[in-house]
């Protein structure tokens, strides 16, 4: 947990630092689609192309294929519920990295 307005770079640098397979990230504010390429593109600058990127928070249906295309996993639109995203996160994350 990098904490609230945590910036792309700090994502990065912790999920490097963490050695992370999953990195999830909260939007709340609409700027999803800046940040969370931002983000993507960190990782893969880091080697770390593997690591299964989601998204959550208040995201438009519209948006989600745009988000896809950027390389981001899965988003949980709002009122998913946690044991839904716990579950896909366990049936998605490769044992063997």
Known sequence: ???LRATPEQVVDAACAED???VGMSF???DHLVLAPKVIDGLKRKG??????LLGGVILKR?????AQMG????????TPPAEIARFIESNVSQTR
Do not use: C, H, I
């Open 48 to 53: 770390l192309d593997e690591v299964m990127v």
């Open 1 to 3: 947990f990098t904490g």
């Open 28 to 30: 709340l504010a609409g």
């Open 72 to 79: 981001v996993t899965r988003v949980f639109l709002p009122g």
């Open 63 to 67: 948006d989600v294929p745009a988000l």
């Open 20 to 22: 992370v397979d999953v």
